[in-house]
């Protein structure tokens, strides 16, 4: 008998998100041992408050505006005077010449993401990923047929190695998936990496005679710690594609509001905003959400307080190291990526939810040997999860 969900569906269903289960599994180990007792690092869900400012905007939209126009249809590409305020405040940023023609709101960067790779991809075409990457974008990229390509970066610093890129791009390779600060590492990319892989880009371009697109996926531009910059990448990739989100930076992330920025110099421009306009509307989204995109334009200066969550990472980044783990220090985002005891990440993760303790095995970023810890909890959780650490660390280094 034919199954009565597609065949794309099965496979989806099979393999679901092992960070959602593992957050559905904090809940359930919480209702046994109470909620104080379970330590749930396996969620990037924001743990700082919003700042005071949305809500403020918030009121002010709902009494000075026509209830009509904010709650009703506009542009896909989404009102106007935002896309102006946005690319304005990019403009400031990073000296660069936008306007709103440039800018797409979205739902969130995940649903930017789908609206490019929507844009771009023919079936077969290849999309180049660096792993760890964010486990999503294998779906991402399957929703339209096209081929995900894995490099593996550098297993000391998490840095992409040009030679092992090079060897990955052939023919169909339609688009490279950047992602810094990175989740689940935490690592930037430097500007001089960027550089690298951009004269790479061009010179396969030239050779095989057709664009290879950069889509920077960047929710964590602000979260960065120890006064890190994060390069500004149109100022590297001519058919570069930015893809942002306020879940992060404000702590929106229920709101799903984001944006798109597409490059000036970008080849065939008038035909990709056009696909783009196209693809928010026939994928379901329509349009984003239209009360926080009015939100978002009047507070562009304001952002969550990140030196709460590089408190939270040098406090557990200094115990786990102490205690014998090995990690590189993350320089934003608000993940820990430490190796994995013995080498066996899904054991390990097991093994720490024998201690109450819900982490995310490297294998679900395309890193096995590793595991991911999100520090954007309450301090207070991260204090009561120390002595758990501790027995856990005994137990796997005595061994």
Request: cysteine-free; aromatic content about 12%; glycine content about 6%.
């Given at each position: 008998n034919r199954p009565m969900i597609s065949q794309k569906m099965e496979h989806l269903v099979k393999n679901s998100s092992v960070i959602r289960a593992m957050f559905e599994e904090g809940s359930r180990l919480a209702s046994i041992y109470g909620a104080e007792n379970v330590f749930d690092f396996s969620i990037g869900n924001p743990s700082v408050t919003p700042p005071d400012e949305v809500r403020q905007a918030i009121t002010e939209i709902l009494s000075e505006e026509n209830p009509l126009t904010v709650h009703g249809y506009m542009n896909n590409s989404g009102y106007p005077e935002v896309r102006q305020a946005i690319a304005e405040h990019l403009n400031r940023q990073h000296n660069c010449c936008l306007s709103s023609e440039n800018i797409i709101m979205t739902c969130g960067a995940a649903g930017g993401l789908n609206v490019v790779l929507k844009t771009l991809l023919n079936p077969?075409?290849?999309?180049?990923?660096?792993?760890p990457f964010f486990g999503e974008y294998a779906n991402y990229i399957h929703n339209f047929d096209g081929r995900m390509v894995v490099v593996p970066t550098n297993p000391e610093t998490f840095l992409p190695e040009i030679p092992r890129l090079e060897a990955a791009i052939t023919a169909r390779t339609r688009a490279l998936i950047l992602n810094t600060p990175n989740n689940p590492t935490g690592v930037i990319y430097p500007a001089e990496l960027l550089a690298e892989i951009?004269?790479?880009?061009?010179?396969?371009?030239?050779?095989?005679?057709?664009?290879?697109?950069?889509?920077?996926?960047?929710?964590?531009?602000?979260?960065?710690?120890?006064?890190?910059?994060?390069?500004?990448?149109?100022?590297?990739?001519?058919?570069?594609?930015?893809?942002?989100?306020?879940?992060?930076?404000?702590?929106?992330?229920?709101?799903?509001?984001?944006?798109?920025?597409?490059?000036?110099?970008?080849?065939?421009?008038?035909?990709?905003?056009?696909?783009?306009?196209?693809?928010?509307?026939?994928?379901?989204?329509?349009?984003?959400?239209?009360?926080?995109?009015?939100?978002?334009?009047?507070?562009?200066?304001?952002q969550v307080d990140a030196d709460i969550y590089r408190q939270n990472r040098d406090l557990l980044y200094e115990h786990l190291t102490g205690l014998g783990f090995s990690c590189v220090k993350p320089q934003g985002a608000f993940y820990l990526f430490p190796e994995a005891p013995g080498g066996d990440d899904k054991s390990f993760c097991e093994l720490a939810k024998q201690y109450h303790i819900l982490l995310v095995p490297g294998s679900s970023f395309g890193c096995p040997g590793h595991f991911r810890l999100s520090y954007c909890v309450s301090r207070e959780q991260i204090l009561r999860s120390l002595p758990a650490f501790e027995q856990l660390a005994a137990e796997v280094f005595s061994k």
């Open positions: 077969g075409d290849e999309v180049i990923v660096f792993s951009a004269h790479l880009l061009t010179q396969k371009e030239q050779e095989f005679g057709s664009p290879i697109y950069v889509i920077s996926d960047e929710p964590y531009r602000e979260i960065v710690y120890d006064d890190a910059k994060v390069p500004y990448v149109l100022d590297y990739f001519r058919n570069g594609v930015i893809g942002y989100s306020y879940s992060k930076s404000l702590s929106l992330p229920g709101e799903r509001i984001g944006y798109l920025v597409v490059n000036n110099q970008m080849d065939d421009l008038e035909n990709i905003l056009a696909a783009l306009n196209v693809a928010t509307r026939i994928l379901g989204f329509v349009n984003a959400p239209s009360l926080f995109q009015k939100v978002v334009a009047r507070i562009q200066d304001v």
